[in-house]
């Protein structure tokens, strides 16, 4: 059973720091991206930023500069540090999982950031 669990998160100030962890497990294939997606209350989902496994990064324009995605291949794992970060970044942050055409694409449970004004 593919778990992706994830860690960090939490409250801070306009113009602090957070970072977020995300662990991947339980599947055969091979992770081909994984990624950090957010929900703010009454928006949709967003990508706010993506890594494969040759390393090519991908970010949503508003965090630009200020998010950084990193990932660990041997161990499944991926992770976001956000700094400068405001308001308007408040929301569940998802991390994602995909394994190709055939192992499919998953998601964690989430983890709240709220980040106060």
């Known amino acids: 059973q593919v778990q992706l669990v994830e860690s960090g998160g939490g409250l801070v100030q306009a113009g602090g720091s957070l970072g977020l962890s995300c662990a991947a497990s339980?599947?055969?294939?091979?992770?081909?991206?994984m990624g950090w997606y957010r929900q703010a209350p009454g928006k949709q989902r967003e990508l706010v930023a993506t890594?494969?496994?040759?390393?090519?990064?991908n970010y949503v324009d508003s965090v630009k500069g200020r998010f950084t995605i990193s990932g660990d291949s041997a161990k499944n794992m991926v992770f976001l540090q956000m700094n400068s970060l405001k308001p308007e970044d408040t929301a569940v942050y998802y991390c994602?999982?995909?394994?190709?055409?055939?192992?499919?694409?998953?998601w964690g449970q989430g983890t709240r950031v709220t980040v106060s004004s």
């Open positions: 994602n999982a995909d394994y190709g055409w055939y192992g499919g694409t998953f």
């Open positions: 890594i494969t496994s040759d390393g090519t990064t």
């Open positions: 339980g599947n055969e294939f091979s992770i081909y991206a």
